[in-house]
């Protein structure tokens, strides 16, 4: 979309060359990327990727002429091959750049069409008649644990993590403050994790949390230790708790150097959390909110985009209430 925009917007430039160190005919696609294609893109909540294309493997730092012998080293190489195809089309003038563009457009929509009716007939299977209207806070616990459990769930224990103080925020005087966009680094964001807690008083941050669909390792700490330093020089302020989530095994090595940081650091508290274990322990604390945090994660998780959670994430996730919630029933 960037290439052909640009070629649209500037004919005389040469489509093959997305990187303005190539020349006078030369243009950055990065920019066509992160400013018409990124607005257009989230305005129509059209299923893309929200950051530029050029910061992924396949396009970062390859200033070269795009040519069909080119190697992208993208994560599929049909798909880099196709691309490289299309580009070389448009340059030698078989296809003009508006129709490319027109017809990607046009291909993303249909797509989007199509999720959103799976999508509503999903959500009104889980309001049919005899559905239960509540599930156990266990039977919450093995649903988000099959979900978690699928490919490329990375978001998920985010939002899980959202999800829990949106519910429980009357009662905590504690709220999540709103979730940046799953790729943008904590450096263009000025986030020290992924969930960040305030005070409903005086929105004071008082708690983060950062989550690794791997294990913690003492890098990891590290690198949050750095993070809470430089902020508590920024702002004069200290946090109580940083938080690591994982779905992964906690060493034990490395939960002892977590907690060894309390007294070096002046009261923050770094901890590693199991995901799972987090979850079981709000929903029995909180029980009568379960429902709630319910409600409040599935809302979180058909709002992501496609890009943060697929399409077949949102589906599955329905599948697996709608099937709890007859076994209630």
Not at 204 to 230: F, G, H, P
């Amino acid at each position: 979309m960037a290439c052909t925009l640009a070629k649209i917007h500037e004919p005389a430039k040469d489509i093959r060359k997305p990187y303005s160190v190539l020349g006078d005919d030369s243009y950055s696609g990065r920019y066509y990327d992160e400013h018409p294609i990124a607005a257009f893109i989230s305005a129509q909540g059209l299923p893309c990727n929200r950051t530029t294309g050029f910061l992924t493997p396949a396009f970062r730092t390859k200033n070269i002429v795009l040519n069909p012998d080119v190697s992208l080293g993208g994560d599929s190489p049909d798909l880099d091959a196709a691309f490289l195809a299309v580009i070389t089309a448009i340059f030698e003038g078989q296809v003009s750049a508006e129709d490319v563009l027109t017809e990607i457009i046009r291909e993303l929509l249909q797509i989007k069409q199509t999720h959103e009716s799976e999508l509503e007939r999903s959500m009104a299977s889980l309001r049919a008649p005899g559905l239960s209207d509540a599930l156990s806070a266990e039977g919450i616990v093995m649903l988000l644990q099959q979900h978690v459990a699928s490919p490329y769930t990375s978001r998920l224990p985010v939002l899980m993590v959202a999800a829990a103080y949106r519910a429980a925020a009357p009662m905590l005087r504690e709220r999540a403050l709103p979730l940046q966009e799953h790729n943008a680094a904590d450096e263009q964001t000025g986030a020290l994790g992924d969930v960040e807690i305030v005070l409903t008083a005086d929105n004071n941050l008082v708690t983060c949390y950062e989550m690794k669909t791997r294990r913690v390792t003492q890098n990891d700490i590290d690198q949050a230790l750095q993070k809470v330093q430089s902020y508590w020089q920024r702002e004069g302020k200290r946090l109580d708790n940083y938080c690591f989530i994982t779905t992964d095994k906690i060493e034990v090595d490395v939960a002892e150097y977590a907690a060894s940081l309390y007294e070096k650091t002046g009261g923050v508290e770094f901890v590693i959390l199991d995901c799972i274990s987090f979850l079981r322990h709000f929903l029995h604390f909180f029980y009568r909110v379960r429902m709630a945090f319910l409600e409040d994660y599935q809302a979180l998780l058909l709002a992501e985009p496609e890009s943060a959670v697929r399409h077949e994430l949102k589906i599955s996730f329905l599948a697996l209430r709608r099937a709890a919630e007859t076994r209630d029933a």
